[in-house]
């Protein structure tokens, strides 16, 4: 596709279950981001792939969240055990140099 | 203190009025600067890209950014309704490095 490809767009979930959030970047973008934007809330930065350097995890918030990426292609956010306070706007984007990000139309995740 | 700080408004204006977001950041290795707009229930789009200090102006857009004030601010002239939305700065250290958001400004501009 022409853009960033997100799913699911919607996942209702009960407490303590896991759940895997899917990103498609953009063809030959190099760098992808995941972000968790809570309601009302900005961006809080989660974890960064650039190429076949090692993931930038440092905004993971605790050892319930990991993400996977294959090459330059899909990344998958994978949420262990999820909490009610997990629950928010999972964005991913993607870039291809220097500049912008393209984001996805997030995955909205609510945690019953 | 957060490392990227931003008024979160909401701020209310009416048509056509001249419109000033500002944010401010802490870290003073931060080089590249980017406004970003978010309609509700939509993905960030990119209005604005700069890098270092300086000026940068696309239509009704302008982008200051003045790094001895750690100060980056985004203008907006004869604002239109469909400009109510969310602004986002963001900033990033180098090229490849990743990108910090601040907590965003919420825009309603009044027909």
């Known amino acids: 596709g022409a853009g960033v490809s997100q799913s699911p767009s919607n996942k209702v979930t009960e407490k303590g279950k896991d759940v895997e959030l899917r990103c498609d970047p953009i063809s030959g973008h190099t760098a992808l981001y995941w972000y968790r934007q809570r309601l009302g809330q900005g961006l809080e930065f989660l974890i960064y792939?650039?190429?076949?350097?090692?993931?930038?995890k440092s905004g993971l918030p605790s050892d319930r969240f990991s993400a996977e990426r294959t090459g330059e292609s899909v990344s998958t956010l994978t949420i262990q055990r999820t909490q009610q306070e997990d629950s928010a706007v999972y964005l991913c984007?993607?870039?291809?140099?220097?500049?912008?990000?393209?984001f996805g139309e997030g995955s909205r995740l609510t945690v019953l | 203190q957060k490392e990227v700080e931003q008024d979160p408004g909401p701020l209310s204006v009416p048509e056509g009025a001249i419109v000033s977001l500002n944010c401010t950041y802490s870290?003073?290795?931060?080089?590249?600067f980017m406004w970003y707009r978010q309609y509700s229930r939509k993905g960030p789009e990119l209005l604005m890209y700069?890098?270092?200090?300086g000026n940068k102006e696309d239509g009704r857009f302008t982008a200051q950014v003045d790094k001895s004030s750690k100060y980056i601010s985004l203008f907006i002239r004869d604002s239109q309704p469909s400009d109510s939305a969310t602004y986002l700065c963001a900033m990033r250290k180098t090229s490849y490095d990743k990108v910090i958001f601040g907590p965003g400004t919420s825009l309603s501009v009044i027909p």
């Open positions: 792939f650039q190429g076949n350097s090692a993931p930038d």
């Open positions: 984007a993607s870039r291809g140099g220097p500049g912008e990000l393209f």
């Open positions: 700069t890098y270092s200090s």
């Open positions: 870290n003073s290795a931060f080089q590249y």
